[in-house]
């Protein structure tokens, strides 16, 4: 039996004619604020072209500018957040609490295997046993022998 596996699911549903809702929206938007400036100010003057036409470019550029398949509103809203946090951190130290009491450091025991000692199979076991339950079981437990039963 044949499945028809759907194809181009990452891209947007056009809503008006060739444009996405966001960008429908997008540029509505910049169109009344121009409008409004327009009607209130004329075309030829000086407020309409520093304020209108800007903003004309930022709507248009939100709804179609993508930079390395990213929309532009991503690097806007990248921008902001940069420019509003902090350049400069600081670390500071401070103690580990848990449930309220502060944990101490536990002191490192030194080790009582000498450099060039040639440790047996029978301390190697015990070694391993004893980081496979990081300390906490005392013995390993014994095996039975293979002829013993």
Do not use: C
Request: proline share 7%; no cysteine; hydrophobic share 45%.
């Amino acid at each position: 039996m044949q499945f028809k596996v759907p194809q181009n699911i990452d891209l947007a549903d056009k809503i008006v004619g060739p444009l996405t809702l966001n960008q429908f929206i997008e540029l509505t938007l910049g169109g009344v604020m121009v409008y409004i400036l327009l009607t209130q100010f004329g075309a030829a003057s000086v407020p309409f072209i520093l304020i209108g036409i800007p903003i004309g470019l930022f709507s248009v550029a939100l709804a179609f500018l993508k930079i390395n398949e990213q929309p532009f509103g991503h690097f806007v809203l990248a921008f902001f957040r940069y420019t509003r946090r902090p350049k400069i951190f600081t670390w500071h130290k401070t103690r580990l609490q848990t449930g309220g009491v502060i944990m101490k450091p536990t002191p490192i025991k030194k080790s009582t295997v000498r450099p060039h000692h040639h440790a047996t199979k029978s301390e190697l076991q015990k070694l391993a046993f004893r980081l496979d339950t990081r300390g906490h079981a005392l013995k390993p437990e014994k095996k039975p022998e293979k002829g013993a039963q």
